[in-house]
């Protein structure tokens, strides 16, 4: 979920079989980041060996992604839960079924243990986590079986994040897990949620594919993934009002998120802090923050303006769900660019009910506020 604090001793991500159809070992993407060990999901093998039979892709992927379909290859495609709330796709864990984040600035899956009776995770070690609000102490553990969309893996590294709060009675699933960059690095990852849709791939390098850009779609903008605070490509450089500031994408959490620190450095002044609306959790009354909005951004070669942001007194910084909401985004993590479109409209089916709010434990008492 990030770094281990017990000198020493780093997390290792979970590497897993992965095996195509018709196709080998060598057909895997190798890990992207020395050192790394990624999870990569297992799809059913030439013989059906895994015993899990992938279910077919909800829409059509080469229209959904632009490419050509001898130009990608390791596809797996979910429709999202809902438009409202943190991005979430099914997901099931030792055969019980929940909404899943996709949150590519947490380093491992994290299972909300206990939310579910029935998941049976055994306590493998304690560890304390550096979160973006402080350390939490919790408990790494092994998922017997971990299933998304058309990929299947086992026994699988994570870590327990306890159990979800203040989640309405109402949403389609009650959160189970959080997808980390254990799974999502391995992926260019395209999330479209004005059209309720998370497909990830990996490319084949075919000749003559066109580039990955093409995935978002008309005029594609474009940013360089940089190395975060876990030595992994999930940041990005934002410019907010002349000023440089990397911030961790991270589109479960409801709204970007600015530490105080970082924000004073850059030239914010405290008298223009205390202008804009107080924020506090959506669980208690405490106010932990302010909103400010910057009159111009640049990511990459996009520029806008009137930005909103929190500011708090948080660790590091996120790029959360408010710049994501609108657009189709390409995380090309393999090869460290995010692609992005310009404001889209939302099509396909409506929402039904509210959407999960990010419950994970390093976002709750800053990342996922409410304005006062």
């Not at 290859?73 to 864990?93: E, F, K």
């Not at 202008?275 to 923050?289: A, K, Q, W």
Request: aromatic residues 6%; proline residues 6%; charged residues 15%.
């Amino acid at each position: 979920m990030t770094k281990c604090l017990r000198q020493g001793y780093t997390l290792l991500r979970t590497t897993a079989l992965c095996v195509v159809t018709g196709g080998t070992l060598s057909a895997c993407q190798p890990p992207a980041h020395p050192g790394i060990h990624p999870l990569m999901f297992v799809q059913q093998g030439p013989n059906g060996q895994t015993g899990f039979v992938p279910p077919p892709y909800p829409f059509d992927i080469v229209a959904e992604t632009g490419l050509p379909a001898r130009c990608i290859n390791h596809v797996l495609a979910a429709d999202l839960l809902s438009r409202n709330g943190s991005p979430t796709v099914p997901v099931g864990i030792n055969g019980e079924e929940g909404a899943g984040f996709l949150s590519p600035s947490e380093d491992m899956i994290g299972v909300f243990d206990g939310n579910d009776d029935n998941l049976d995770l055994p306590d493998l070690q304690q560890i304390g986590s550096q979160t973006i609000s402080g350390v939490q102490n919790t408990w790494t553990t092994r998922i017997r079986q971990l299933v998304f969309a058309q990929g299947h893996a086992e026994k699988v590294d994570g870590i327990k994040l306890g159990e979800t709060t203040g989640e309405s009675s109402r949403v389609a699933m009650s959160a189970i897990a959080v997808l980390g960059f254990d799974m999502l690095g391995n992926y260019n990852v395209l999330l479209n949620i004005p059209a309720r849709r998370a497909t990830f791939f990996m490319e084949t390098h075919a000749a003559g594919c066109p580039p990955l850009s093409t995935a978002v779609g008309g005029h594609a903008f474009r940013a360089p993934l940089l190395t975060g605070r876990t030595g992994v490509d999930n940041l990005v450089s934002v410019t907010l009002d002349g000023a440089a500031i990397g911030m961790h994408l991270e589109p479960g959490s409801n709204l970007s998120v600015i530490s105080e620190q970082d924000a004073l450095a850059d030239g914010l002044t405290r008298a223009a802090l205390d202008e804009g609306d107080r924020v506090n959790t959506l669980n208690g009354s405490t106010l932990v923050g302010y909103r400010h909005t910057y009159r111009q951004v640049d990511i990459g070669n996009w520029h806008g303006a009137n930005f909103p942001v929190s500011i708090e007194p948080a660790n590091y910084n996120l790029l959360g769900r408010d710049f994501f909401r609108h657009r189709k985004v390409l995380m090309a993590f393999p090869t460290a660019m995010m692609f992005f479109s310009g404001a889209l409209d939302d099509t396909g089916a409506k929402d039904v009910g509210p959407g999960n709010l990010s419950p994970i434990a390093s976002h709750v008492a800053h990342a996922t506020a409410s304005q006062h």
